[in-house]
Structures are given as C-alpha cells and as structure tokens.
C-alpha cells in the first residue's frame, strides 16, 4: 500500500521552539500563539515543500513496488504459460497413450473372447473324446491280446505274448479308474501262467541247427573216400660193424659202386609206385549200404542239397512248436548222415553230436491261452 504523507509533529515543533531561545521580548508586547506561526508564509511554505516532497517519496515508492510487482507478475505469468505447455503436452501424451492403450484392451478382449471360445470348443471336444477314450483302448486291447493268443498258439510265441499283457496293463494303468481293476486282475493270472513255463532255448536250438546246415558241403561222402597213401620208405644206408682200436665194436657205412646204387634206387622206386597203384586199384572195405559208394557227382549234390532242407524243416518245425515234423526231420537227417557220409570223420561226428543235442530239448509243452484276460475286456465292454 501507499504510504501516507506524514505531517509535523505538534510536540517536536514545540521542543525545537524550547532549545531555541527566544529572543527577549519586549516588556510591552505579549507572546505570539501557535496558530499566528503556522500562518506566517515562510512556514506555511515550508510545510507544503516538505509535504510535496514527502508525497513524491512516497508516490516513487510506490511507483518502484508496482513495477516490481508488475515484474513478478510477469515471470509468474510467464513460468505458468509454460508449465501450462508442459501440460498440454502431458495431456495430449496421456491422451494418446490412453487411446493406444485403450486399442491394446480392445484387442486383448477380442483375443480372450477368441481364446474362450477356443477353449469351450476344446472342452468340448475333450468331453466327446474321452467319453470314447476308454472304448478306444479297450478295443485295442482286446485285438493286441487276440493277436498274441493266436501266435501262442501256432508259434508258441510266449515272449512276444508277455509284451503284449505287459503293455495291456501299462495302458490300463494310465487311466486309473478302479473299473479296470477286474480286467488287469486277469492279465495278472495270464502272466503268470505264461511266468511259469518251462523255457525252451528256441534260439540256441536254432543256431545249433544253423551250424550244422553250414557244415553239411563240407562233410566226406563215402563216394568219395581215397585211401591213405603210405608214406615212402626211407632210404637205409648199408653198415657194418668193425673193431676199433680200443677193442669196441664200430659201424662203418658200406660202400657200393654207383651204377649198383642207381639201379637198386631204380628197382625200389618203380615197385613201389606199381604197389600204390595197386592199392588204389582193389580197396576192401565194410559197408552196410553198398549204394552209398555208388554216388555219381550229382546225385552226392542233391543228397546235400536234400539233408539241407531237412535240418530247415526241422527248424521251421521248431519256431511254429511243431515236434512231431521236428523230430521226423532230425531223423531223416541222422539216417542221412550215418548211411552216405564218413562217420569216421571228425566233422561228420561234429554234426552229428549238433543234432544230438537238438533232439534232447523239449518241444511237447501245452500252452496256456488268454481266454482269462480276453473275456474280461469282452464283458467289461459288453456292460451298458
């Protein structure tokens, strides 16, 4: 605010009028009062000096502050311009991005409502699947079990049917429902039963059978048997004995002239190459089946050929647990092998110990069938 032009105090007019001291007043004259003073024209004029310059003071005062404060004014009205710059621009940035974002939720709510149909249509489709699911499996199951019933029954395949039981309980179990208890409570027994078997090595059989197939061109016929040639005699060398000079006995080569040496070696080498001759010529043998040493080539060809394919009947005989066909071709094939081949040799005698050893196994075992298990599934399936 202005400040108001201050006027002279009465009571420091006063003190100064008491300091200065009066001059002597005449005897006669009485004492000037206030008011006549004041109404003097020096100070009158004085008073309105002072007062116009306490009145400029003042207005240039007050003239300063307004400017100031128009100056204020301004930087404030300026610094709020621009902080309301500052916030058009947050406005429009939050605008733009509450537009973005609301385009972000619209799309999300389209993609939810996408995904929520997609899943009322999975659920769905899940329901109808496993309403089938369990029909699914046990119709797979019952054509597993058939199929490694029939081949235990033709084959003997005991293996091949403890997977097929082993993998029915396995797909049973994933489900976990307390109806397939009945069903898995027959597979149980039918693993069992196939469990306690006595086993037979169809395997090594076989190898031993595919061994002795494999040795059969290289068996001696007795067609075809030569006669061991003897060794030539060794040359002796004519001694005698003489006397040396301690009295002790000595033998001393003889010596013969070359032309009766030559001739003698001659005589030697030449009979005995008609004696080998001979021998080969006229050979005694004992033979229980003279035809066996009248085999041409070819007919010894097809007999191996022939006994080939009775040790491969024989081993189909033994996969399909066919033993009345396995044990009628080993003996086929022993007969062969006594009445036409060497028995004397050591390979014939192999093979013959070979089929020795596959005719002791054991091929008269009954197998059990999976009748327990395939009626489980087949009632199970059967039920409403």
Known sequence: MNDLPTLPDPAVSTAKAAETPPPAPPSAQPEPSLLDTLQQPQMLLVGIVVLTILLAGQTWSSHARVNKLREEMALRLQKGDASNAD???????????????????????????????????????YQDLSKNRDEWALTEIEQVLSTASQQLQLAGNVPGALIALQNADRSLSRSDKPQFITIRRAIARDTDKLKALPSV?????????????????TLPMLSDEKPTLPAPPEKKLKTKIVHGKDGKPVKVEETTSPWLQALQDGWNGWSSEMWTDVRQLIRVRNVETPDA????????????????????????????????????????????????????????????????????????????????????????????
């Open 201 to 217: 090595d169809s395997v090594g059989v076989a190898l031993r059978l595919d061994n002795a197939i494999a040795q059969i061109d």
């Open 87 to 125: 916030t058009g621009n947050l406005v429009r940035n939050v605008q733009e991005s509450t537009k973005e974002l609301q385009g972000k939720v619209a799309l999300l709510e389209s993609k939810q409502l996408e995904a929520q149909s997609q899943q009322l249509a999975l659920e769905q489709l």
């Open 293 to 384: 040493l009248m085999l041409s080539p070819t007919q010894a060809y097809f007999l191996r050929e022939n006994l080939k394919l009775r040790l491969l009947n024989a081993r189909m005989a033994l996969l399909s647990r066919n033993e009345g066909a396995f044990r009628a071709d080993l003996i086929a094939a022993q007969e062969a092998l006594t009445k036409y081949f060497d028995t004397r040799a050591r390979s014939t005698q192999t093979v013959q110990g070979l089929l020795r050893q596959v005719q002791s196994s054991n091929l008269a075992i009954e197998m059990p069938t999976l009748s327990d298990s395939l009626n489980a599934v087949r009632n199970y399936k059967a039920k409403p």
